[in-house]
Nanobody, 116 residues
């Protein structure tokens, strides 16, 4: 299983980015999928998850600013990030829990940098 993130980059505080995570197989086979982030020297932390039912869950730090969504036809999960803050600077990882083998899969990560 391959998960490939895209959409990271450098933006100013207050700006927006949309991350995409393309899976190598149908995302119906994953539940949930989501995004985590990790700064150097820190633990990886949950950003948002989305279940196959569409139910979403967000970290308190991003509620109201980030939106996770999925496009089953494109086998892609998105993370729309608005009102970005310097503390959102992290490497963002796509995550998927496989229903086939009960394993967790991760993408290689995409860097998001917010300048003040």
């Amino acid at each position: 299983v391959l998960l490939v993130e895209s959409g990271g980059g450098l933006v100013q505080a207050g700006g927006s980015l949309r991350l995409s995570c393309a899976a190598s197989r149908s995302i119906f086979s994953f539940n949930p999928m989501g995004w985590f982030r990790q700064a150097p020297g820190k633990q990886r932390e949950l950003v948002a998850t989305i279940a196959s039912s569409g139910t979403t869950n967000y970290a308190d730090s991003v509620k109201g600013r980030f939106t996770i969504s999925r496009d089953n036809a494109k086998n892609t999960v998105y993370l729309q990030m608005n009102s970005l803050k310097p503390e959102d600077t992290n490497v963002y990882y796509c995550y998927a829990h496989s229903l086939y083998d009960a394993r967790d899969y991760w993408g290689p990560g995409t860097q998001v940098t917010i300048s003040s």
